[in-house]
């Protein structure tokens, strides 16, 4: 929580363009189903987005932020994403037993959740949870968390809102997701 606040205070000042680049979707190491597989990645500045070593056709909203639809055959594969002189790399396995599920599934386009914001992408709505109660009504996720208000506002801190191979699309299993600010033994 703190370091988004962090980020939102640096990204006023134009210093998020530095943040080394990262792939959102999907997650290294997981398996995907075959067909088209979505990827959502980041660079600081004009990104280029490659598989197994070759470019491929994306869209570039705003400077670094890609995200493409590609057809890959089974068996593994290398997606890169480089730009501003920072590379990010993942490897992931296309063919039975895929345990990455894209979020939100179907043909939702990242303007249902973004926007691009004094030329630089941001949230659509105010919060992430005014952006998540689009979909999900609040009356019944709450009960399903044992959390105040100010930790549950942020709910990328436990989940993953582009996909995740975790139950509940968490960033991690439970048993690991909450030991990123809790130290007891669950
Ligand atoms: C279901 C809602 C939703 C959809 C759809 C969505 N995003 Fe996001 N995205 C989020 C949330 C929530 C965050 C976290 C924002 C934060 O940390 O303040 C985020 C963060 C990001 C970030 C910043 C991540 C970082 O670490 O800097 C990028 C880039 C991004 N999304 C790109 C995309 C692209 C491209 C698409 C379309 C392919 C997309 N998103 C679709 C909800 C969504
Ligand atoms: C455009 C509509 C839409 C938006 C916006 C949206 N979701 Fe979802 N979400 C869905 C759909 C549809 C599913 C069910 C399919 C699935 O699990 O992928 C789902 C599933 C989930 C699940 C898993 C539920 C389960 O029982 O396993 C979680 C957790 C979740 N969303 C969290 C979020 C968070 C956090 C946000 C905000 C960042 C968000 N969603 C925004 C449509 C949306
Ligand atoms: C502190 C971590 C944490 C935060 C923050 C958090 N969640 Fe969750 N969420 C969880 C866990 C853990 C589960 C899964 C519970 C289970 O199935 O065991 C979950 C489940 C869900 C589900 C599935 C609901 C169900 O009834 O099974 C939805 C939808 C969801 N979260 C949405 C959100 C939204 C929207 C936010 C932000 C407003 C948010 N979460 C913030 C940890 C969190
Ligand atoms: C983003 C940081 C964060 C994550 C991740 C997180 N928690 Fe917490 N949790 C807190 C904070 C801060 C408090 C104290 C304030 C409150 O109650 O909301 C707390 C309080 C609690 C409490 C109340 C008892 C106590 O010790 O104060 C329980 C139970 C709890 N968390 C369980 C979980 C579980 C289970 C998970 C994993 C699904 C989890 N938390 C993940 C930050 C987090």
């Known amino acids: 929580m703190v370091a988004a606040r962090l980020a939102w205070l640096l990204a006023g000042v134009g210093l998020l363009a530095q943040d080394p680049a990262v792939i959102l979707a999907p997650v290294d190491g997981t398996t995907v189903a075959p067909g088209k597989v979505?990827?959502?990645?980041?660079?600081?500045?004009?990104?280029?987005?490659?598989?197994?070593?070759?470019?491929?056709a994306m869209t570039e909203t705003v400077a670094g932020?890609?995200?493409?639809?590609?057809?890959?055959?089974?068996?593994?594969?290398?997606?890169?994403?480089?730009?501003?002189?920072?590379?990010?790399?993942?490897?992931?396995?296309?063919?039975?037993?895929?345990?990455?599920?894209?979020?939100?599934?179907?043909l939702v386009g990242c303007d249902t959740c973004h926007a691009v914001k004094n030329e630089a992408w941001a949230l659509k709505r105010a919060t992430p949870a005014t952006v998540c109660a689009q979909c999900h009504d609040r009356a019944a996720f709450v009960p399903a968390h044992t959390h105040n208000t100010d930790i549950l506002a942020d709910c990328q801190n436990c989940h993953l809102p582009h996909g995740s191979a975790a139950k509940a699309h968490l960033q991690k299993p439970k048993e690991t997701v909450c030991k990123t600010c809790h130290n007891w033994p669950l």
């Open 38 to 56: 979505r990827i959502v990645a980041r660079a600081p500045g004009k990104a280029t987005l490659a598989v197994d070593g070759k470019p491929v």
């Open 65 to 106: 932020v890609v995200h493409a639809e590609v057809e890959l055959a089974a068996g593994k594969h290398e997606v890169a994403v480089s730009g501003g002189g920072s590379e990010a790399k993942i490897s992931v396995t296309v063919g039975a037993g895929a345990n990455f599920r894209v979020h939100p599934p179907g």
